[in-house]
């Protein structure tokens, strides 16, 4: 049964970008990934594609300043046949804190909403959120927001390592409970153990084949 599932085979950094002119000109489907501020996305990309230098971890919150492209390859094989799909993974800069002055944030913001409104290749947003804390006002702001694009969504609450499995049940019920979903659109995970990888890479391959 194994290898019916979906894994990440290869990924490389393709290209950053603050507006519409410098995304990748190719027409392939795109997965964001977009949170707080420190929560975790690089960390995430790396433990997806397996390649630890793929994507730049910083302890400086704010640190990720562009719209990041990586090109994601999909594989699995099932009686025989093999399939393959290549997507860009989009590293979106985080909200929340940054060191930086108000004019940026707001330049931010601004290519940040043009991106996600107005790309036609979108076909996944993954919010990712700490678990170690509750829901954050910003966390639900942006998840209203992409409701209201009508975006798919799926939350990655990371950095699952740090709690008890009891407090990780708990979190995840708190979660579930303030934006409503079921276990299909919300995941708990561990950059630091891998837990869920595979569980993670299905998900998000169900919204692109």
Same mark, same amino acid.
């Given at each position: +049964?194994?290898?019916?599932?979906?894994?990440?085979?290869?990924?490389?950094?393709?290209?950053?970008?603050?507006?519409?002119?410098?995304?990748?000109?190719?027409?392939?489907?795109?997965?964001?990934?977009?949170?707080?501020?420190?929560?975790?996305?690089?960390?995430?990309?790396?433990? *997806?594609?397996?390649?630890?230098?793929?994507?730049?971890?910083?302890?400086?919150?704010?640190?990720?300043?562009?719209?990041?492209?990586?090109?994601?390859?999909?594989?699995?094989?099932?009686?025989?046949?093999?399939?393959?799909?290549?997507?860009?993974?989009?590293?979106?800069?985080?909200?929340?804190?940054?060191?930086?002055?108000?004019? $940026?944030?707001?330049?931010?913001?601004?290519?940040?909403?043009?991106?996600?409104?107005?790309?036609?290749?979108?076909?996944?947003?993954?919010?990712?959120?700490?678990?170690?804390?509750?829901? +954050?006002?910003?966390?639900?702001?942006?998840?209203?927001?992409?409701? $209201?694009?009508?975006?798919?969504? *799926?939350?990655?609450?990371?950095?699952?390592?740090? *709690?008890?499995?009891?407090?990780?049940?708990?979190?995840?019920a708190l979660y579930k409970k303030t934006f409503g979903l079921d276990d299909n659109r919300l995941i708990a995970y561990s950059s630091t153990n891998h837990n869920a990888r595979k569980d993670l890479i299905g998900r998000i391959m169900e919204y692109l084949v």
């Amino acid at each position: +049964m194994a290898g019916n599932q979906w894994d990440i085979i290869g990924a490389s950094y393709v290209a950053s970008a603050v507006k519409a002119t410098q995304y990748p000109q190719d027409t392939i489907d795109e997965v964001a990934f977009i949170g707080r501020s420190n929560v975790g996305k690089s960390s995430l990309l790396n433990s *997806l594609a397996r390649r630890k230098g793929l994507a730049r971890v910083s302890s400086s919150p704010g640190k990720t300043q562009t719209i990041n492209f990586y090109s994601f390859q999909g594989k699995r094989t099932r009686e025989e046949q093999v399939d393959r799909h290549t997507f860009y993974a989009v590293d979106l800069p985080g909200y929340g804190f940054a060191r930086t002055s108000k004019g $940026n944030k707001e330049q931010w913001s601004a290519f940040i909403c043009k991106y996600m409104e107005n790309s036609p290749y979108l076909k996944l947003v993954c919010v990712l959120m700490d678990i170690r804390h509750a829901p +954050m006002d910003s966390d639900i702001d942006c998840y209203q927001w992409l409701l $209201n694009l009508g975006l798919p969504i *799926l939350i990655i609450l990371t950095k699952s390592d740090k *709690l008890s499995r009891g407090a990780v049940a708990s979190q995840t019920a708190l979660y579930k409970k303030t934006f409503g979903l079921d276990d299909n659109r919300l995941i708990a995970y561990s950059s630091t153990n891998h837990n869920a990888r595979k569980d993670l890479i299905g998900r998000i391959m169900e919204y692109l084949v």
